[in-house]
């Protein structure tokens, strides 16, 4: 067992087919979705994740069919269905079936949910290799349900990871519309400067994640200097370290950006650790 699925109140094995071509989500994009990470026993911050998918859900105009507290209670259902020592990817999703009034609304009402659980292993090692996005930039709020974890953000970063890709690098930094640094494709980066670590403070371009957030707490509760603040390109060029936030790699130093070479620092390193510890915390099997 690799995936399982609680769809219409029940769990099931492996991936369902749970939306049809009629679905208003199928054609128009109208889904949102979460994710949360079980490792080692230890379930970090999945409550928040559960917040933030209710979050989400409103942000794009549906209505929740499942409270935070419903969804926490299935995720840590769903977890202890797997061995302790599984790395499992945990992510809640609500879309909307039909349309509203009008050509291309939502009807908030007609809103599905599901969570799908599945063995999704930590990344080892390595690090990662980033350039500067030139093909795609941040929405602004206006332009993009910037506020929710919507589906409909995604091929807009994996155009951007194509273009990395291609260029030989494993992600991107993303510049937001006034072209200052936003995040990469697909996390949220850090940068250390002379003792201090530096990151883009959130302007609505960008989700200020869950573990970015987790990751600046525990920072600072160490007694290291974080400064939220607008960070420009040329800034990434002379930084002493780089290193990212997400949920599908947590902490990760960058070894490169551009044609500069970088080791793992000591922040990124203490920001780790620091995560680490925390999540031993968060026992949930």
């Known amino acids: ?4 699925t609680y769809w219409q ?11 049809g071509p009629r679905d208003h989500a199928f054609w128009l994009g109208s889904i949102i979705f979460d994710g949360g990470r079980a490792f080692g026993g230890c ?11 209710i979050r989400s859900a409103n942000a794009l105009g549906l209505k929740p069919s499942m409270t935070a507290e419903e969804i926490h209670a299935l995720m840590l259902e769903g977890i202890r269905k ?9 992510r809640p999703m609500f879309w909307a079936t039909k349309g509203g009034k009008g050509p291309i609304s939502i009807d908030g009402d007609s809103v599905a949910f599901l969570l799908c659980i599945y063995v999704s292993p930590m990344p080892k090692g390595g690090g990662l ?3 500067l996005c030139r093909s795609i930039r941040r929405p602004t709020p206006e332009s993009a349900p910037t506020d929710a974890k919507a589906s409909c953000l995604y091929p807009n970063s994996a155009r951007g990871v194509a273009e990395m890709l291609e260029r030989g690098f494993t992600n991107g930094v993303v510049l937001d519309a006034l072209g200052n640094v936003s995040e990469t494709c697909s996390s949220n980066i850090f940068l250390g400067i002379g003792g201090k670590v530096v990151t883009p403070i ?8 869950i ?9 600072r509760d160490a007694g290291v200097v974080v400064e939220e603040r607008t960070v420009k ?20 130093p960058v070894t490169r950006y551009e044609s500069r070479d970088l080791q793992p620092g000591p922040l990124g390193r203490m920001a780790n650790d620091l995560y680490m510890a925390y999540a031993a915390t968060c026992r949930v099997i």
């Not at 109140?9 to 939306?19: I, K, L, R, Y």
């Open 211 to 219: 573990t970015r957030q987790r990751t600046i707490q525990l920072l």
């Open 233 to 252: 390109p040329h800034e990434l060029d002379t930084a002493d370290e780089l290193f990212t936030t997400g949920n599908a790699g947590k902490v990760q």
């Open 82 to 90: 797997f061995p302790a020592d599984a790395e499992l990817y945990v």
């Open 43 to 53: 379930g970090p911050d999945l409550d928040l994740h559960a917040a933030r998918a």
């Open 202 to 209: 959130p302007n609505g371009t960008f989700l200020a994640g």
């Open 1 to 4: 067992m690799d995936t399982i």
């Open 129 to 131: 290799t980033l350039g």
């Open 9 to 19: 109140g029940a769990w099931h094995d492996g991936s369902p087919n749970v939306m």
